[in-house]
């Protein structure tokens, strides 16, 4: 059995929706939704929500994370995969029985394809549309692997509690573990984070500044370039961004302030 688990904080309307669409999915799977410090109705919404599959939900009070959130469902997930996937990431049909094809050998994680709708592309958010994967696009929009695997790495790092850095960090002890990392096409996901827009560019410092941190952490330089924050690179992308951004649409100022985040938790000159 696999076991989906939903992290949410106060988007009721957007889980509602991604809960009625895992009802048309066929298979044997179990979904576990952990409320992170929700003020909204999403707790009132999920005990009067009657679905055809099996369904468990727990209430995290303060919220601490998504990290957090993730590794509580997974403590109690029944299913022998964990599918980690965000409350406005909403599965298309042949979603779930997809990701249940790619774990045919030991150790395998598996990416599905992530695309976001026609309004958002373009701003930053999370699009992964193939052919392959690599450690650092393990996210908790559309990955599963192994429970086993997973709590042989130790989950992820509750230490990162604000935006960004949990999914790298995890994606990168994978990685050395030796997992066998596959992109499942046919696991097909939209990202509908329209929050996102007007807040993409707070977003783009932050998850700069949260990849440095995951770069001090390991202290592997491979990390530093693969994540686009090795100084060199910072240094570059604000000498020539400013004047060459317009070129590069809205993601010339998201890439602007993913260096910014960076630099400044590097602590380099042009930061101060």
Same mark, same amino acid.
Request: hydrophobic content about 40%; overall charge neutral; charged content about 25%.
């Given at each position: 059995m696999i076991s989906i688990i939903i992290p949410t904080h106060n988007r009721r309307e957007l889980l509602e929706k991604k809960l009625r669409a895992l009802e048309t999915q066929p298979g044997a799977f179990e979904v576990?939704?952990?409320?992170d410090g929700c003020t909204d109705d999403t707790l009132e919404f999920l005990q009067r929500y009657n679905p055809p599959y099996a369904l468990r939900f727990i209430e995290i009070t303060p919220g601490l994370g998504a990290a957090n959130a993730r590794n #509580?469902? !997974?403590?109690i997930a029944k299913g022998d995969i964990l599918l980690f996937s965000d409350d406005d990431v909403?599965?298309? @049909?042949?979603w779930? /029985? !997809? =990701?249940?094809? !790619? =774990?045919?050998? @030991?150790r395998t994680v598996a990416v599905g394809r992530l695309e976001l709708p026609p309004e958002l592309r373009g701003t930053g958010a999370a699009e992964l549309k193939g052919p392959r994967a690599f450690w650092w696009n393990i996210t908790g929009n559309n990955t599963s692997l192994p429970r086993a695997l997973f709590e042989e790495v130790g989950g992820y790092d509750p230490a990162?509690?604000?935006y960004g850095g949990e999914d790298p960090d995890l994606g990168y002890r994978l990685m050395r573990a030796g &997992? *066998?990392?596959?992109f499942v096409r046919d696991a097909l996901a939209v990202h509908e984070a329209f929050d996102y #827009?007007? *807040? &993409?560019? /707070?977003?783009? #410092?932050?998850a700069g500044a949260a990849h440095v941190r995951v770069c001090r952490k390991h202290r592997d330089p491979r990390i530093a370039w693969a994540l686009g924050v090795h100084p060199v690179l910072v240094s570059l992308k604000l000498a020539l961004l400013p004047s060459f951004k317009g070129l590069l649409g809205a993601r010339g100022d998201y890439e602007l302030a993913y260096a910014w985040g960076a630099s400044e938790a590097w602590n380099l000159p042009s930061a101060s």
């Amino acid at each position: 059995m696999i076991s989906i688990i939903i992290p949410t904080h106060n988007r009721r309307e957007l889980l509602e929706k991604k809960l009625r669409a895992l009802e048309t999915q066929p298979g044997a799977f179990e979904v576990i939704v952990v409320a992170d410090g929700c003020t909204d109705d999403t707790l009132e919404f999920l005990q009067r929500y009657n679905p055809p599959y099996a369904l468990r939900f727990i209430e995290i009070t303060p919220g601490l994370g998504a990290a957090n959130a993730r590794n #509580r469902g !997974a403590g109690i997930a029944k299913g022998d995969i964990l599918l980690f996937s965000d409350d406005d990431v909403i599965p298309q @049909p042949g979603w779930i /029985e !997809a =990701h249940q094809k !790619a =774990h045919t050998q @030991p150790r395998t994680v598996a990416v599905g394809r992530l695309e976001l709708p026609p309004e958002l592309r373009g701003t930053g958010a999370a699009e992964l549309k193939g052919p392959r994967a690599f450690w650092w696009n393990i996210t908790g929009n559309n990955t599963s692997l192994p429970r086993a695997l997973f709590e042989e790495v130790g989950g992820y790092d509750p230490a990162f509690s604000g935006y960004g850095g949990e999914d790298p960090d995890l994606g990168y002890r994978l990685m050395r573990a030796g &997992a *066998r990392l596959v992109f499942v096409r046919d696991a097909l996901a939209v990202h509908e984070a329209f929050d996102y #827009r007007g *807040r &993409a560019l /707070e977003k783009a #410092r932050q998850a700069g500044a949260a990849h440095v941190r995951v770069c001090r952490k390991h202290r592997d330089p491979r990390i530093a370039w693969a994540l686009g924050v090795h100084p060199v690179l910072v240094s570059l992308k604000l000498a020539l961004l400013p004047s060459f951004k317009g070129l590069l649409g809205a993601r010339g100022d998201y890439e602007l302030a993913y260096a910014w985040g960076a630099s400044e938790a590097w602590n380099l000159p042009s930061a101060s």
